[in-house]
């Protein structure tokens, strides 16, 4: 995987990118004039129509909710290929970061609403030789 | 935003949601020619007519409806997601409320298993909005963790409202869902999980199908000679505004202050108050939806909705009768006639003409809907 580069995920604009090393960088934006966070980049400021910078978002992140699925999307493969399904949460990013919708790792027993989490690169498939990753959260603790 | 005139819906009709293989032409024109025979009034009168669909491809429903008369009349196509029946009523309501009207058609109808909709993701250009991973059901699953969290909700909860709606479907003969025996909490708890603690069974099936409804003026009532029996006395739409927690990806149905906007705009539009309530139609695509817009739209206060469960408030024979017609769960969401489906069934609850299912004399119905995206809909129609 290239330093930097955007995740090969399906011609997203650069939402998370790992480098070298599988650390994680969280893509978003900053309202210029209220400071709000957003993930995804935004084009201007949802909450006061106003411009916004590119800034790098906390990969550590509060779990407020989850659920474990067990019927993949559309037949959509597990990204953590397990038959028995995977986690999904929604967390909220530290440093008054916004709230995402992720995938989780590990099992059910381990997501803990108002735990710590921290980001990850989750590698799940292969495509044309090339691997494909996507952003993931796991417990700090392990 | 109030009428400058009143509003009546003059007709309804409906094809059965999913059921036996049928095109999706043939569901439009039965459900449209079902509401024209209702309404009592000839097609060539219609001013103005407006096609719901969200899935449907760009250049279908136009050349369909032409079997019903090329009157040369304006035709406008409708697209809200799971809210584009609830939009699609709403434009038709607001070109007769407005003045500019007098009778106007709302027809929708949609064919999942054919979907013109590409994936959001699979589209050049476009920024994913819907990660394949953390699918709808999974949004809706963590809503339903969290309510547990905090407010101690089980699963037993959200099987006995799957359980009632199904049951309810029993006696609608358009539902999708028809079981041929009574659908326990413990059936629905012990079908297959899709995303905890979302069973099959408390999740909305996709079957194909079509409704349509005709409204007009008091002036049109008189010109046809029809008794007035169902009058719109709330029509609002909504979006989200900001709130702490937002999301931008997503199937995102939106805060719950937008869910609580709509409704209360239409009580105040209407003149009601949520205790005025006599039939209630819900976006229940998964059971956890229909608890949270119990209190969402002031049938309880927060945190009580499991209450009102357990006591069986929201049955055919309670306070609140809600989903009478087995709404998403029981009825079916093929998604663009979903909202003309609500009001099919409020108006035939309000006219007293709901067969089996029938709620002891409702004098308002509240139809409420959702959108992602995300949108909120909230109609009330009332007796007259």
Redesign the interface.
Known sequence: MTTNEPAQ?????A?YSFDDHGAVSIHGSKSDSLG?L???P?LRC??SGGTVSPTLLSTTATL???????????G?VA?NGNPDG?G???V?LDDDG??????LMGD?ESFV?GETFEARELPFTTVDGNPQS?LAFEPSAS | MSFSNDVFVLGVGMSRFGGPAQQLDERIIAASLEAIEDAGVPYADVESLYLGTSLAASTYGPPVVKDLGLTGLPVTRIENASATGGATFYEAVQAVGSGRLDLAMGIAFDDPSTSAVP?F??V??I??VL?????????F??????RM?EAGTTAETLAMIAAKNWNNARLNPNAERQATEEITVERVLGS??????HTARMAAPQGAGAAAVIVGSKKALERYGIAARVRVTAAQAHSER?AD??????AIIGPPEMIERAAFSAYEQAGIEPTDLGVIAFHDAYAIEELLYYESVGLCAPGDGDGLVHDGQTQLGGRFPTSTDGGFIGRGHPSGPTGLAQIWELTHQLRGTAGDRQVANPRNGLAHIVGGGSVCYAHILQSV
């Open positions: 995920r399906s011609k997203s604009p939402q709000t957003y993930w995804p935004r949802p909450r407020y909710s989850w659920s474990f699925v067990v019927m993949p999307w559309r959509d990204p995977y999904v949460g929604l909220d916004p709230r995402m919708a992720v995938v059910a609403i996507i | 994936d993701n699979e050049e250009g920024s994913p990660d394949p991973f953390v699918p709808p059901m999974a949004f699953s963590m809503w339903a963790v969290r969290h297959r999980m899709l995303a905890y603690p900001y927690g937002h999301l931008f990806t997503g």
